[in-house]
């Protein structure tokens, strides 16, 4: 049950630091004594079955969940129940989700700025400023008035990255953000978020593509029943992994 291939990143420049964590719904005992330390600009894929745990360990980042036993400090601001606390996590995480989450009623670039000129106050000229250059960096700046609905799976994911990167988060949280889209659109999303890493966004992201976990990720991260069963950088991971729950699973999805 305990981790065995290490890997951790050094507590002292953690970005993210998770110690203890425990959460419960109801009497489901969901996460377990979770420890995690992400050091700032690292990259970190999650994988593991279906029900393992992982969204609800990434939404407990940016209190999306609550947990009930631990401590999660983000960027050095510790997390409790006090609202200022919590916006002030959140203004420092970005995340982007499987199902895209876009507001349907607005354009693109609305979905852009409504949370610069809400949130962060910014004048409207200074909110679209910057989230057209964002657009541009997902390459999806000629589609800023459409509306969601008009848009592909691949190209609404594009601009939900956009957006999160709006806020100029230090960290992004992504969950399984290609495994709703068709898979000629996996691509264009993976490529997006290959120049994030590689521009040293400090990452973590629930997926199970093998291939992005290969290119980018410094940590692979394998959860079961709500625990950190493994981790090691991609080479350890793949080709030496220790717990017979990670074989069978990588068995599992990489059919060999
Ligand atoms: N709001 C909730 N109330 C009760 N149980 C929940 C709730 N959300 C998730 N669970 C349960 O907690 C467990 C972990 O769920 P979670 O969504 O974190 O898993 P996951 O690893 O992300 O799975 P998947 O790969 O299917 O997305 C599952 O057994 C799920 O049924
Ligand atoms: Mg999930």
């Not at 979770?34 to 939404?59: F, H, Q, W, Y």
């Not at 407990?60 to 036993?69: I, P, T």
């Not at 976990?213 to 940590?219: F, N, P």
């Amino acid at each position: 049950m305990a981790t065995t291939n290490t890997a951790s990143a050094p507590a002292d420049d953690a970005m993210i630091s998770v110690e203890g964590l425990n959460k419960w719904y109801g009497d489901f005992h969901v996460l377990r004594d979770i420890d995690l330390s992400v050091a700032k600009g690292e990259r970190i894929v999650i994988c593991g079955p279906s029900g393992s745990g992982k969204s609800t360990l990434i939404r407990c980042l940016n209190h999306l969940e609550e947990h009930q036993q631990g401590r999660i400090v983000v960027d050095g601001v510790t997390m409790t129940q006090d609202v200022k606390r919590i916006e002030q996590i959140r203004r420092n995480v970005g995340m982007v989700f499987q199902h895209f989450n876009l507001f349907p009623h607005l354009s693109v670039l609305d979905n852009c700025c409504i949370s610069q000129t809400w949130v962060q106050k910014k004048p409207r000229a200074e909110a679209e400023k910057t989230a057209m250059e964002f657009l541009e960096r997902v390459r999806i700046a000629d589609q800023a008035h459409k509306y969601p609905g008009q848009l592909s799976g691949g190209q609404q994911q594009r601009v939900a990255i956009a957006r999160a990167l709006c806020m100029r988060p230090e960290v992004m949280l992504f969950d399984e953000p290609t495994s709703a889209l068709d898979p000629e659109m996996i691509k264009e999303v993976l490529d997006v978020m290959v120049e994030l890493a590689q521009d040293g966004m400090t990452m973590l992201c629930v997926t199970h593509e093998m291939g992005f976990a290969k290119t980018v990720a410094d940590r692979v991260i394998f959860m079961d029943q709500g625990q950190i069963i493994e981790q090691a950088p991609p080479e350890t991971f793949f080709n030496h992994p220790e717990s017979d729950r990670t074989k069978l699973f990588l068995s599992q999805i990489l059919g060999h």
